[in-house]
């Protein structure tokens, strides 16, 4: 098989989020009087959306859907003052990407953020190469591991899903590709461990963005 496109999940895999987002959880959670948690924590928390990652960072005794509302609004304030402050594509992301430019690989990006922190990250930090598609969090519009923006972007690409790769880090991405019929392939440099990602249907794993370009 020769595949013709990668669909790139986006934190944890194209771009090292993690220390934003665990200072703007962190701050946000200050402001309801809860304690801090750990990048190490944060890195299990993150992957399924902002109100999953509120609901987790909180306290057991305090992640009642109010107090969740109201530290996912503090969040996304906390998140806007500070999302490009430590945030940078991981090592080699700028050599694979413009490797699959020169080679007519299409490119595209989903990721559970919501959809216009997800565009402009995309566009200020990965602004120098072309994504056909990037698809974020959208009003209702299911998130990952539902297959659903996977397959749309498929279809928006005119692109069979057979022909792709899926680069993701953690086991809501695995589920993504194997739901959308394409190839997962797990990121080893992102934020969970190569058990998980191949217990949820990875079917290479990868040290290194380098790799990937052995799998064309």
């Given amino acids: 098989m020769k595949y013709g496109a990668v669909l790139f999940d986006l934190d944890g895999t194209l771009l090292d989020t993690i220390a934003d987002l665990t200072e703007a959880m962190n701050d946000a959670m200050a402001t309801l009087g809860h304690p801090p948690r750990t990048v190490e924590e944060c890195k299990i928390f993150v992957g399924d959306g902002v109100v999953n990652f ?3 960072a909180l306290p057991t005794e305090h992640n009642d859907d109010q107090t969740v509302g109201r530290c996912v609004k503090q969040m996304r304030v906390e998140y806007g003052k500070r999302w490009a402050q430590k945030t940078r ?4 992301i700028g050599q694979l990407l413009t490797e699959l430019e020169r080679r007519g690989v299409a490119m595209a990006v989903l990721s559970n ?3 216009e922190f ?3 990250m995309v566009a200020r930090l990965l602004g120098d190469w072309t994504f056909r598609a990037v698809h974020g969090a959208r009003p209702d519009v299911a998130i990952k591991p539902d ?3 996977a397959l749309d972007i498929a279809r928006e690409m ?3 899903p057979r022909e792709f790769l899926y680069v993701g880090d953690t086991d809501t991405d695995m589920q993504t590709a194997v739901g959308a019929g394409m190839f997962p392939v797990g990121a080893l440099w992102g934020f969970r461990p190569g058990e ?3 217990r949820h249907g990875a079917k290479v794993l990868i ?3 380098g790799e990937l370009l052995g799998l064309l």
């Fill in 54 to 56: 509120a609901r987790r």
């Fill in 89 to 92: 594509p991981y090592p080699g």
């Fill in 113 to 115: 953020k919501p959809q």
């Fill in 118 to 120: 997800t565009e402009l």
């Fill in 147 to 149: 297959p659903g923006s």
């Fill in 158 to 160: 005119g692109i069979e």
């Fill in 196 to 198: 998980e990602l191949t």
């Fill in 207 to 209: 040290s290194t963005p």
